[in-house]
């Protein structure tokens, strides 16, 4: 079983950053594939970025390569969001998942564990 909680959502300007942290409970974190999802009022979630246990396998949507990068600290059991040059389009609220044995899964079927949510909104 694994607790998550999120935290470092806000209101940005765009083109400004945020920083998102997920705080894992629970036993063997290092196993755990992560991921950040986001949902937009009247969308589907969708996978913005996702990393493997060991940290050397990452995916990001296109929407957001180049400009979101995702971490994990196994000592401290958090993975973290830095979004930078953010966009109008990135409002939503923005939620850390997790399971294991998924590979890097891009569904969010795929995940049994999900936080509370926190909400990222960007004013143009």
């Known amino acids: 079983q694994v607790q998550l909680v999120e935290s470092g959502g806000g209101l940005v300007q765009a083109g400004g950053s945020l920083r998102l942290s997920c705080a894992a409970s629970?036993?063997?974190?290092?196993?755990?594939?992560m991921a950040w999802f986001r949902q937009a009022p009247g969308k589907e979630r969708e996978c913005v970025a996702a990393i493997r246990r060991s940290s050397f396998q990452t995916y990001y949507a296109d929407s957001v390569k180049g400009r979101f990068t995702m971490s994990r600290d196994n000592t401290k059991n958090t993975v973290s969001l830095q979004m930078n040059s953010l966009k109008a389009e990135d409002t939503a609220v923005y939620f850390c998942?997790?399971?294991w044995g998924i590979g890097l899964a891009l569904s969010s079927s795929e995940y049994s564990y999900w936080g509370q949510g926190t909400q990222v909104t960007v004013s143009s």
């Open positions: 998942a997790a399971d």
């Open positions: 629970g036993r063997a974190f290092s196993s755990y594939t």
